[in-house]
């Protein structure tokens, strides 16, 4: 199947929920419970090392379809000057952070979303070695492998056939609506926006990668 977009939406979500979804028939055939009940009874070192597995499986299925189409570089792993990546990504924080305060005080204004809801990341109780667990997967595993996802696959299925502004609304729109909560879906698709300029003006997916670890850090740091 040629890389455009029907490809990018059917090897992505593929990518994105085939993984989950036979990782929890194969634990669910060693439970008498449904596997809601059995995930719920879960440790948050197994949950994060599922999501971990899960995001490899996703990788995993990515590079099947990409290897033969330009690997690694055709994803946007390019070597550049990593300083001037780090600084472009520190700015591209920033203008997200101040553009999800803004976007939020107005959202406030009109009641139309709970603002106030928080993110359910199935991470609870968290003790001792586990919060090592935790911050592999939040900040390190799930930033590589959404922006590999999102806008090193996605984004440029996309871009193939459309101008920039479509294709980066499209993919954004697509990763702030599987995170599942509304207001979440607007800090999101924030992010999604500012992660996908960085990555489509320096040619380059570790901006979009810098900026998300980032993000995640400051969530983790909101966990402690």
């Known amino acids: 199947m040629k890389w455009g977009p029907i490809a990018a939406v059917l ?45 490899t499986g996703g990788l995993a299925i990515i590079w099947v379809y990409i290897r033969k189409k330009g690997g690694l570089k055709a994803l946007g792993f390019r070597k550049n000057a990593i300083d001037k990546l780090l600084s472009r990504s520190v700015l591209g924080y920033i203008v997200y952070f101040a553009t999800t305060l803004v976007t939020f005080a107005l959202l406030a204004l009109t009641n139309l979303i709970d603002l106030d809801q928080e993110q359910d990341l199935g991470l ?35 871009k193939k056939v459309l101008p920039f502004w479509p294709a980066a609304l499209m993919s954004s729109l697509i990763f702030a609506l599987a995170h599942g909560q509304l207001n979440v879906a607007v800090d999101t698709f924030i992010l ?3 992660a996908t300029w960085l990555f489509n003006r320096y040619n380059n997916i570790y901006p979009a990668i810098l900026i998300h670890m980032l993000k995640n850090a400051v969530a983790f740091a909101f966990l402690l």
């Open 192 to 194: 999604a926006m500012v």
């Open 124 to 158: 609870t109780s968290i003790q001792g070695f586990e919060w090592y667990v935790v911050f592999l997967g939040l900040v390190v595993v799930a930033p590589i492998f959404e922006e590999v996802l999102f806008r090193g696959f996605i984004y440029q299925g996309f």
């Open 11 to 55: 090897v992505g979500l593929s990518a994105f929920i085939l993984p989950a979804i036979l990782i929890g028939l194969a634990l669910a055939a060693f439970s008498e419970d449904s596997f809601s009940v059995f995930y719920d009874s879960l440790s948050t070192n197994s949950r994060v090392l599922i999501n971990i597995l899960s995001a």
